[in-house]
């Protein structure tokens, strides 16, 4: 019986195996947007066991684990890493048509070249294969990066981080290009007064910037973005759960400062005028930097009360968000294109409706003063980041922008394994198109299919973000 992960596996016809065979497979990996920890990178980290690789801190894995009914215990408790993992391995058969049954199952193939499936008869085996190979000089984090052909990788950062890990890989020999990014929430999100009150007085002490009304404040933000510049940093990072926009007047700006000093209540047209002017001043820095500012929409987050507080935010409690985002993105996009300050730009949306309005979004602010597609429909993200989910994402651009010149997958992810998906994510583009060509929908022209998929793959990523390949890889 053939292995389920095969050389051909999710390509249909001949075409969907040419075209991933001869142009997508070999392609290095640009990873634009991960949460893998730079520290962790440079000390070149050493998974004790496939539990820990897997299972210590992604949130997907904890979600479908409770779907089964497994107690917290299994989860994120004090179990051990094997008791843990016999758990998942007694969930994956419940999961068939789940993304993480296709993600799991490829990445035993790609770094533990394991042809089993994921199951309690099988526990024990994978577990023993899996930290044979663990515990070699291959399977150390580096060593997985450039197994995977990563061109350049780049991190998701605190404005207020001193990058020193960036700092030492950039010194080093690692041939990875690891780059910093910008998350600027922290910046922006005020309707928790005491956590941002808590960042004024971290941001005043590392920037010397006495904050004490909106002038100082932006001076303060800034000195952070030129900081991150001075770093190498290329992009920026901005997640909204709800798209605020309302025309800002100067004095408000300095009464919301003054009021979160003094831990006064703010209503909500305070807090959009706020958000507004923030967006507006960080946009203009990371256009002064040439850098890709990029908005993640729509996670409603830590919904279950209970599980928050017993566990903390980020544990597998968010969900998707279905706030209008049209009107007021539009605005935010043309309070900086009116001056000819937007930078390139990747909107994504938590909510798989909003793509089409995302799609026609960003056909209404590309500019040739940048790379072409200078506004980017993102790639599908978080809970759409499966086949079907990926495949709509394509299409939807496909029928309302420049398919062709979108800068493809990215992994979104804490774990280095997880850099299958970009395999994943090629598997599922080279069949698309495949199937387009079988159908009659686009021409069997060699030369255009090749630019499409190698473009897509890695050549549009590279060129939009202006990297330079790792010198492994040239």
């Known amino acids: 019986m053939m292995a389920y992960i095969h050389t051909d596996f999710l390509l249909q016809g001949d075409t969907a195996k040419r075209l991933y065979h001869e142009y997508a497979a070999e392609l290095p990996i640009i990873d634009y947007h991960n949460h893998l920890d730079a520290k962790e990178i440079y ?3 050493q998974y004790a066991n496939i539990a820990q690789a897997w299972l210590s801190c992604d949130h997907y894995l904890w979600r479908a684990l409770r779907s089964n009914g497994v107690d917290e215990h299994y989860i994120t408790g004090d179990a051990s890493d094997y008791q843990k993992f016999q758990k998942w391995c007694e969930t994956m058969p419940y999961l068939i048509g789940n993304p993480l049954y296709h993600w799991c199952h490829l990445e035993l193939k790609k770094y533990f070249d394991l042809d089993l499936l994921l199951n309690s008869e099988n526990c024990e085996v994978i577990w023993q294969h899996c930290n044979q190979k663990l515990n070699q000089a291959s399977h150390r984090f580096q060593a997985l990066l450039k197994e995977s052909r990563v061109d350049t990788l780049c991190t998701t950062d605190d404005p207020l981080s001193d990058l020193m890990y960036h700092d030492k890989l950039h010194r080093s020999e690692f041939s990875v290009t690891v780059l910093p990014t910008f998350r600027a929430d922290s910046l922006i999100e005020i309707e928790n007064q005491s956590g941002f009150q808590k960042m004024l007085n971290a941001l005043a002490a590392i920037t010397g910037i006495n904050v004490v009304d909106f002038t100082s404040y932006a001076q303060a933000i800034t000195s952070r973005v030129d900081y991150f510049a001075q770093h190498n940093c290329r992009l920026s990072d901005l997640g909204l759960k709800v798209v605020d926009f309302a025309p800002y007047h100067p004095e408000v700006l300095d009464q919301v400062i003054a009021k979160i000093k003094r831990s006064h209540p703010l209503n909500s047209n305070e807090i959009a005028q706020f958000k507004t002017a923030v967006f507006e001043v960080l946009g203009k820095a990371y256009h002064k930097h040439g850098w890709s500012m990029q908005i993640h929409i729509g996670v409603l987050s830590n919904v279950n009360k209970r599980r928050l507080d017993a566990l903390g935010g980020g544990t597998g409690f968010s969900v998707i968000s279905d706030n209008p985002i049209a009107e007021n993105l539009g605005k935010l996009l043309s309070l900086l294109d009116q001056e000819r300050q937007l930078p390139q730009t990747i909107v994504y949306s938590l909510n798989p409706k909003d793509s089409p309005v995302l799609g026609s979004i960003i056909g209404a602010f590309q500019d040739s003063d940048a790379q072409p597609g200078k506004v980017q429909l993102g790639s599908a993200w978080w809970f759409n980041d499966h ?8 299409q939807d651009l496909a029928n309302l922008g420049a398919l062709g010149r979108f800068i493809g997958m990215l992994t979104d992810s804490r774990s280095v394994l997880s850099l299958s998906r970009h395999d994943y994510f090629r598997r599922i583009l080279c069949n698309l198109l495949g199937q387009w060509v079988d159908e009659g929908q686009i021409p069997n022209d060699e030369s255009l299919l090749k630019q499409s998929v190698e473009n897509i793959c890695y050549q ?15």
């Open 43 to 45: 000390d070149n980290r």
């Open 387 to 394: 086949k079907a989910g990926m495949e709509k994402q394509l």
């Open 460 to 474: 549009n990523a590279k060129q939009y973000f202006n990297f330079h390949p790792s010198k492994d890889l040239i």
